[in-house]
């Protein structure tokens, strides 16, 4: 209830290959990366590049665009100190800020994730 109220009051969604694609990332480790973008014309979030599970945090940075925003959710594997495998999933946001109000426009709409 409370995504959809947040949609209903921002006026931007996700699509469906957004939500699809996070459960595979989470549940399946089927991806390492996706890197979400906003298109104006429909008002949505819509899916713009994914990675393979195999890719690495060099790969990821690599696929974000020098000129644009975006959103991403990374998923980090790691050893703790007691030789245990954990994995954490960052959200970024992906802010150029020679673009002046563009990133302010992506600050905004965070709150739709």
């Excluded at 595979?24 to 990675?51: C, M, N, Q, W």
């Excluded at 960052?90 to 020679?98: E, G, N, R, S």
Aim: aromatic residues 16%; neutral net charge; contains cysteine.
């Amino acid at each position: 209830m409370a995504m959809a109220y947040r949609m209903a009051t921002t006026g931007m969604g996700v699509s469906d290959e957004c939500l699809s694609l996070f459960q595979e990332l989470k549940r399946k480790k089927a991806h390492r990366y996706i890197v979400f973008k906003i298109d104006e014309k429909s008002k949505k979030v819509l899916v713009d590049k994914t990675g393979g599970a195999a890719e690495s945090y060099d790969d990821f940075t690599a696929s974000l665009p020098d000129n644009d925003c975006r959103y991403a959710v990374f998923d980090f594997d790691y050893v703790t100190v007691d030789n245990c495998q954990k994995s954490k999933i960052f959200f970024i946001a992906w802010l150029v800020f020679h673009l002046l109000m563009y990133p302010l426009f992506f600050v905004v709409w965070v709150n739709v994730f």
